[in-house]
């Protein structure tokens, strides 16, 4: 499965942004999806994940209460919506797919990534 995130951009700290996760897939409603990221000098670190039929959601804790993913299967398509972002929520953002797993785990397909800087 080919995957493209988009909708990164530049915006001041508490402001909000919707990144898209594009699928080229026909089967993508069987894969769950991840939302990734990483600033320069960082390990990659987990933001939130959805379960193949959007009935399973998970968060990492730095971004619990600001961001929701979502998912619309029926145009292949994933969704994060970032709230009430910081500064250290700057970083590029990877979207990534797996067909068994779920979660903050390493999938097995990824795609290209999205920038997101915050000011302050």
């Known amino acids: 499965v080919q995957l493209q995130a988009s909708g990164g951009g530049l915006v001041q700290a508490g402001g909000s942004l919707r990144l898209s996760c594009a699928a080229s897939e026909g089967n993508f409603r069987t894969y769950a999806i991840g939302w990734f990221r990483q600033a320069p000098g960082k390990e990659r670190e987990f933001v939130a994940a959805i379960s193949w039929s959007g009935g399973k959601v998970y968060y990492g804790d730095s971004v619990k209460g600001r961001f929701t993913i979502s998912r619309d299967n029926a145009k292949n398509m994933v969704y994060l919506q970032m709230n009430s972002l910081k500064p250290e929520d700057t970083a590029v953002y990877y979207c990534?797919?797996?067909?068994?797993?779920?979660?903050?785990?390493?999938?097995?397909?990824w795609g290209l990534g999205t920038q997101v800087t915050v000011s302050s």
């Open positions: 990534a797919a797996d067909a068994r797993r779920v979660g903050p785990v390493d999938y097995d397909y």
